[in-house]
């Protein structure tokens, strides 16, 4: 059969996804990009926060309307949406065929080729979905249903599937680059967080297991590992393995083919200094660190079941740049977490002032049934969101503009990544500072196109800087 299969969400979910696609292909199925030429359509879906919930509704309904006038073709939904849904998904939208949660990744072979799946006797009834009186399907409002999602997630088991190197992967990344899960689950209780009721708790995978799927990745041609996980500081803890990231940093360091490796979701208390002292003893290890912190004032950060404090994050940072001078950072903020009141907001844009983070994402907070933070009242507004994260994104740009015009003139490396989405002929590339799909890019300039192929690594001078992206020309 053709199967075509649409990926939402985080890296973790894609490489889900790459699975399936392995599975699939080695299966004998074909594997095709176009929804209509499919004789089964998979969405392996996010549910992390309401906008993604929304986005992977839509894009079940879209693909479910891809099913009239083709009695043969099925429909699978699988990932965090499934994992947390399954019910209502099954009961309100009769033209999917299976529904596979995120442990469920390996059911896709029989899935593809098993009659439509039952009902669940009981199933719930429609809270994700409102019917018009045509009977059109159409997404609700998602509220309402802590207490019966709470107690379902009670009930079931939690996942516990992970990947291994001898799992095949299709992957969907271009060529040079791919992402390689160190890990599964999460063991923390954020507040705000439903990832370890849909992910199940923390598993690392085995050194060895891991090695060998970057060698086979380098023999693929893959220049740029990248390591994912919910946590990736903590990786090997969990197994009592100590000093396990750093082993493994230097055990990828020495894999040949690779170029760089870079490390994303990190933690602030599972930074330690063995790791740092990996990172700035390994050549190919990008010094880039992605450090979620989430706010800064204790207070909000108590409320969020967050460690820490400004003035520890502080000295975090302080001491990472004292180990890596070169290090580029990272982190992410939620923004309108309930109680967040304009003091604690303000002592937020203090702490991104004082440190200068070279790349900021800003959330407005999601009100999200099954996380602990649901029983507390959403209770800023909004427009307030909104007001906040715009002035916290205004606050970065210009500490951003500041640092880019320091680097113009500066000869720097980049990997071409290829054409841009804007135009065939207009070739992008990263620094070393730089995660793909998340980060800025540099624009390359005064160049024939033709020369510069994805994956290799090339000096180029900086010319100018828009806006958060670099334009620079190849040496």
Same mark, same amino acid.
């Given at each position: 059969?053709?199967?075509?299969?649409?990926?939402? &969400?985080?890296?973790?979910?894609?490489?889900?996804?790459?699975?399936?696609?392995?599975?699939?292909?080695?299966?004998?199925?074909?594997?095709?990009?176009?929804?209509?030429?499919?004789?089964?359509?998979?969405?392996?879906?996010?549910?992390?926060?309401?906008?993604?919930?929304?986005?992977?509704?839509?894009?079940?309904?879209?693909?479910?309307?891809?099913? *009239?006038?083709?009695?043969?073709?099925?429909?699978?939904?699988?990932?965090?949406?499934?994992?947390?849904?399954?019910?209502?998904?099954?009961?309100?939208?009769?033209?999917?065929?299976?529904?596979? &949660?995120?442990?469920?990744?390996?059911?896709?072979?029989?899935?593809?080729?098993?009659?439509?799946?039952?009902?669940?006797?009981?199933?719930?009834?429609?809270?994700?979905?409102?019917?018009?009186?045509?009977?059109?399907?159409?997404?609700?409002?998602?509220?309402?249903?802590?207490?019966?999602?709470?107690? !379902?997630?009670?009930?079931?088991?939690?996942?516990?599937?992970?990947?291994?190197?001898?799992?095949?992967?299709?992957?969907?990344?271009?060529?040079?680059? !791919?992402?390689?899960?160190?890990?599964?689950?999460?063991?923390?209780?954020?507040?705000?967080?439903?990832?370890?009721?849909?992910?199940?708790?923390?598993?690392?995978?085995?050194?060895?297991?891991?090695?060998?799927?970057?060698?086979?990745?380098?023999?693929?041609?893959?220049?740029?590992?990248?390591?994912?996980?919910?946590?990736?500081?903590?990786?090997?803890?969990?197994?009592?393995?100590?000093? !396990?990231?750093?082993?493994?940093?230097?055990?990828?360091?020495?894999?040949?083919?690779?170029?760089?490796?870079?490390?994303?979701?990190?933690?602030?208390?599972?930074?330690?200094?063995?790791?740092?002292?990996?990172?700035?003893?390994?050549?190919?290890?990008?010094?880039?660190? @992605?450090?979620?912190?989430?706010?800064?004032?204790?207070?909000?950060?108590?409320?969020?079941?967050?460690?820490?404090?400004?003035?520890?994050?502080?000295?975090?940072?302080?001491?990472?740049?004292?180990?890596?001078?070169?290090?580029?950072?990272?982190?992410?903020?939620?923004?309108?977490?309930?109680?967040?009141?304009?003091?604690?907001?303000?002592?937020?844009?203090?702490?991104?002032?004082?440190?200068?983070?070279?790349?900021?994402?800003?959330?407005?907070?999601?009100?999200?049934?099954?996380?602990?933070?649901?029983?507390?009242? *959403?209770?800023?507004?909004?427009?307030?969101?909104?007001?906040?994260?715009?002035?916290?994104?205004?606050?970065?740009?210009?500490?951003?503009?500041?640092?880019?015009?320091?680097?113009? &003139?500066?000869?720097?490396?980049?990997?071409?990544?290829?054409?841009?989405?804007?135009?065939?002929?207009?070739?992008?590339?990263?620094?070393?500072?730089?995660?793909?799909?998340?980060?800025?890019?540099?624009?390359?300039?005064?160049? @024939?196109?033709?020369?510069?192929?994805?994956?290799?690594?090339?000096?180029?001078?900086?010319?100018?800087?828009?806006?958060?992206?670099?334009?620079?020309?190849?040496?």
């Amino acid at each position: 059969m053709k199967i075509g299969l649409v990926s939402l &969400g985080c890296p973790k979910n894609l490489v889900d996804s790459e699975v399936m696609l392995g599975l699939a292909q080695q299966a004998g199925h074909e594997i095709t990009n176009d929804a209509d030429d499919a004789d089964v359509i998979v969405v392996n879906t996010c549910a992390f926060i309401g906008r993604a919930k929304e986005e992977s509704i839509d894009t079940i309904l879209e693909m479910a309307q891809k099913k *009239d006038g083709h009695p043969g073709r099925r429909l699978i939904v699988t990932g965090c949406l499934a994992e947390r849904y399954r019910g209502e998904l099954q009961g309100e939208i009769p033209e999917i065929d299976a529904v596979l &949660g995120t442990g469920e990744v390996p059911a896709i072979l029989d899935a593809l080729s098993a009659p439509a799946a039952a009902v669940a006797a009981g199933a719930a009834p429609m809270t994700l979905f409102t019917r018009s009186a045509e009977g059109h399907t159409t997404p609700a409002t998602l509220k309402g249903i802590a207490s019966r999602h709470r107690a !379902a997630a009670a009930e079931r088991d939690l996942p516990t599937y992970i990947y291994t190197a001898d799992t095949p992967r299709r992957l969907t990344t271009p060529g040079h680059y !791919a992402y390689v899960k160190v890990a599964e689950g999460c063991d923390y209780n954020c507040s705000f967080c439903i990832i370890p009721a849909l992910r199940g708790q923390y598993r690392s995978r085995a050194h060895d297991d891991i090695v060998r799927e970057a060698r086979a990745m380098a023999a693929r041609g893959v220049k740029e590992l990248i390591l994912i996980s919910q946590d990736t500081t903590f990786y090997g803890i969990d197994r009592k393995e100590r000093g !396990a990231l750093a082993r493994l940093l230097r055990a990828l360091n020495a894999v040949e083919g690779l170029e760089w490796i870079r490390l994303l979701y990190l933690y602030p208390t599972t930074i330690t200094d063995d790791v740092l002292e990996a990172m700035a003893e390994c050549e190919k290890v990008c010094k880039y660190i @992605d450090l979620p912190l989430q706010h800064a004032a204790e207070s909000m950060l108590r409320r969020m079941r967050r460690p820490g404090n400004r003035a520890s994050y502080t000295k975090l940072l302080d001491r990472v740049r004292t180990r890596l001078p070169q290090v580029t950072l990272r982190t992410t903020f939620v923004i309108g977490f309930p109680g967040e009141t304009k003091a604690e907001f303000d002592d937020l844009l203090g702490f991104v002032r004082d440190v200068g983070f070279d790349h900021v994402g800003a959330f407005t907070y999601s009100h999200e049934e099954g996380t602990a933070a649901y029983a507390l009242a *959403d209770d800023v507004a909004a427009r307030t969101k909104t007001a906040r994260q715009r002035r916290l994104m205004e606050l970065q740009r210009g500490i951003v503009e500041a640092r880019h015009a320091g680097r113009i &003139g500066q000869r720097v490396r980049v990997m071409v990544d290829g054409p841009s989405d804007e135009h065939d002929l207009v070739i992008r590339g990263r620094l070393e500072g730089h995660a793909p799909e998340i980060d800025p890019v540099v624009y390359f300039t005064d160049c @024939d196109p033709g020369t510069l192929v994805p994956g290799t690594l090339v000096e180029a001078d900086v010319l100018d800087a828009r806006d958060y992206d670099l334009v620079a020309r190849p040496v």
